[in-house]
């Protein structure tokens, strides 16, 4: 497996636009976690998924972002509309099923966004 | 949510063992000790999980008392390649918080020549 995939490595977008990431789990796994990352606040979960349904978004830190996971092979975090603050590096995890032999949870590379 | 406390940040020179240690003080009994490594630039990554006793693989050993109110993740011989952040995470194997995946503050880890 070629581990989790986010899309894109980079983006710069002008302020207001909206701005999607993109997340391909590995396959099998049954979590999808996106985080935020920054110098002043670490590492921040701000949605989880089991199963493709969202069991806790009380990370999302407004409105203006929305997360989907339509299916087990993708998931979505669109910020609408972006504003400078939102500039970090996001980066989405998947994890086996709880109960699994297997326990570790795989982080893609991240996407680093500048909003301007 | 068991509480963990490690130092915000540890320097080592090349070729040191280094020891970082985790208090949590209110682990469960249920509760197992998870180190994520993170380096710049990067996601974390899994390095040791453990209950009790030691855990070695071939990247690091944790190290858990009898209590298991702390844990220490033992780096023998650094080099400038383990510069990273490592973090301490308190739950059970999957996650530390209903499923979720929490991380703290880290301990950032300097490697010097």
């Known amino acids: 497996d070629a581990g989790v995939i986010q899309s894109p490595r980079h983006e710069v977008t002008e302020m207001g636009q909206e701005v999607t990431l993109r997340c391909k789990p590995i396959?099998?796994?049954?979590?999808l976690f996106w985080y935020r990352q920054t110098m002043m606040r670490g590492l921040e979960l701000l949605i989880y998924f089991n199963n493709n349904v969202p069991i806790d978004d009380s990370g999302m830190p407004e409105d203006r972002f929305s997360a989907k996971m339509p299916n087990a092979s993708f998931s979505t975090l669109k910020i609408q509309p972006s504003e400078p603050r939102d500039s970090a590096v996001y980066f989405c995890?998947?994890?086996?099923?709880?109960?699994?032999?297997?326990?570790?949870?795989?982080f893609g590379q991240g996407t680093r966004l500048t909003v301007v | 949510l068991a509480k963990t406390t490690q130092p915000i940040s540890m320097d080592s020179y090349e070729g040191q063992e280094v020891n970082i240690t985790c208090s949590h003080n209110n682990i469960a009994t249920n509760d197992y000790i998870t180190w994520y490594q993170q380096f710049p630039s990067q996601g974390p990554r899994f390095i040791i999980q453990?209950?009790?006793t030691k855990v070695t693989n071939e990247v690091a050993s944790l190290f858990i008392p009898a209590d298991r109110k702390s844990s220490t993740l033992s780096l023998p011989r650094v080099s400038l390649s383990d510069t990273a952040v490592y973090y301490c995470?308190?739950?059970?194997?999957?996650?530390?918080?209903?499923?979720?995946?929490?991380f703290g503050q880290g301990t950032e880890l300097s490697v010097k020549p």
């Open positions: 396959s099998g796994h049954n979590s």
């Open positions: 995890a998947s994890s086996p099923q709880r109960g699994s032999r297997y326990t570790e949870a795989f």
């Open positions: 453990g209950y009790k």
């Open positions: 995470l308190v739950g059970d194997k999957w996650g530390n918080q209903g499923g979720k995946l929490i």
